[in-house]
Each structure stands twice: as structure tokens, then as C-alpha cells.
């Protein structure tokens, strides 16, 4: 993207497998590519279903990701690891305890007051990250 800050554009999105980018062809046409295969894709199909990157409106900056509908990337949270949105937990800490305590999410569940869909959400994230 021949930028130093890739990620830090307003025009960046993801599906959570894929990164694209939304800029101007070399005719001036709107366009959206696939950032690492610079293939492109149609624009009116894939909106709908890309998760954006939510911006400061006073900064400009890339403020939160979120990257599936439980787990979002906040740089001002647990220093920007991946976490579940409405509890704050690391999805790391989560998946964690969830192996560590014979995969009962019910029990993890309890010692932080929320649900086992969090729990699970989290386990599911960690499995896709390192698979």
C-alpha cells in the first residue's frame, strides 16, 4: 500500500480473513482491492458484509476493530490484545482457562460473571488465530 501505516487508513475493512482497501483506480474510479493478492473485488457485494474499522472522528485514528461480532482490537484496552467487546477480557485469558479447567466453559463463565457464549466466542477466536 506504500505506506508506513497501512491499517491506520479510514479506508481499510475486513471479513476477519481478508484485508481490503478503498481508494481510486488509475482512471479515477472508485475501486476495492484485496490488499495482499491486489486483487479486486466488487465493492457493492462485499460492503455490506466487511467489518469496518471504527475511527475518532476528532483524531482521524483507527480506534476500535472489530474483527468477529464478540471480539474487537482497542488500543486503549488490555493494550490493544484481542478481546470480547462487552466484558473487556482477553480472549487469550478466556481460551486459557477454558482449556485449563477441562473445557467447561460454564465454569470459566462463572468466575467472571459472564456467559459461556463469551467463553466460547473467545475459544473459537484463539482456535482460528492459531490454526
Known sequence: MKTRHPFCRREVL???KHVFTLGLDTQ???EMV??????????TILLPFLKRINY???TK????WRITDEIV?????????PIVEQIGVTTAV???????NSQDAELVADWYGISPAHVLAAVEFEK???G
Request: proline share 2%; with cysteine; net charge neutral.
Open 28 to 30: 479515477g474510479k472508485h
Open 73 to 81: 482490537i482497542d488500543p486503549q484496552i488490555c493494550l490493544g490484545k
Open 34 to 43: 484485496e490488499v495482499l493478492t491486489h486483487q479486486r473485488v466488487f465493492s
Open 94 to 100: 478466556l481460551a486459557t482457562a477454558f482449556v485449563a
Open 128 to 130: 482460528n488465530l492459531a
Open 61 to 64: 485514528l483507527a480506534k476500535r
Open 56 to 58: 475518532d472522528e476528532v
Open 14 to 16: 475486513s471479513d476477519g
